[in-house]
């Protein structure tokens, strides 16, 4: 698993800083890189969750700021308390992988799990992988399955990784269990259900008491 550093986060930050300053996206990328940084950490520090996703970014890789782990996770956290989901992708990523905060697998799981709800590509593909190995939750092919199609329809770039985990996860499962998979497809895909299938999926599979 790795830092969300998608072409679409800084899409999405210029077209922010154009509304804010009045500049086009072209000027914005002819501004220096110091520059660059001073404006995301005044957008940040204006509560912007993109920015503030950026900002994190920039500590998490140490571009245009020191490195530092901590901060990165300070700011991804406040990107991820406004809802947006590159912030609980990226936050979720340092749980997972024990950068700037003790490694937690729970608290991974609960914001990877937020940003796959609002259909983030990189967090449904990691959320399968998670599944399909039995990281920090139950073994589950089928699902790992279905989060892989839906990432795989999600995005470009968590697209990519998706359709090869998908690939390499089909040769270990049964017919039933790809169609059991396609039918849990189908109920991800109805607006607003994808995490509740999911869990309805998961309840199923417990024992009876």
């Known amino acids: 698993m790795r830092l ?17 300053n009045g500049s086009s996206a072209a000027q914005f990328h002819q501004v220096q890189d110091a520059a660059a940084a001073k404006q995301v950490t005044m957008l940040a520090n204006q509560g912007d969750a993109v920015a503030q996703n950026r900002l994190g970014e920039m500590y998490a890789s140490g ?30 990523v340092m749980y997972k992988t024990g950068q700037g905060v003790p490694q937690d697998y729970a608290q991974a799981i609960i ?10 590509a990189l ?21 790992a ?5 839906i990432a795989a329809e999600a995005d470009a770039v968590g697209g990519v990784y998706a359709v090869k985990n ?6 270990t499962m049964g017919n039933g269990e790809v169609a059991a998979a396609q039918r849990l497809v189908l109920e991800m895909q ?7 299938a999911v869990d309805h999926y998961l309840a199923a599979q417990l024992p009876l008491p």
């Not at 490195?67 to 990226?90: I, K, L, P, T």
């Not at 914001?111 to 983030?120: C, E, F, K, L, T």
């Open 190 to 196: 109805v607006p607003g259900n994808l995490l509740k």
């Open 166 to 171: 998908r690939k390499a996860l089909m040769h």
């Open 63 to 92: 571009r245009n700021v020191q490195q530092d782990s901590a901060q990165a996770v300070a700011w991804f956290r406040r990107s991820a308390e406004q809802g947006n989901a590159d912030g609980e992708y990226n936050l979720g």
């Open 145 to 149: 399955y279905a989060l892989y199609s």
């Open 123 to 143: 967090a449904l593909n990691n959320l399968g992988w998670m599944y399909a190995h039995g990281e920090g939750v139950s073994y589950q092919r089928v699902v």
């Open 4 to 20: 969300s550093t998608r072409a679409g986060s800084w899409v999405i930050l210029s077209a922010c800083m154009m509304l804010a």
């Open 111 to 120: 914001w990877i799990r937020q940003a796959a709800g609002q259909r983030h």
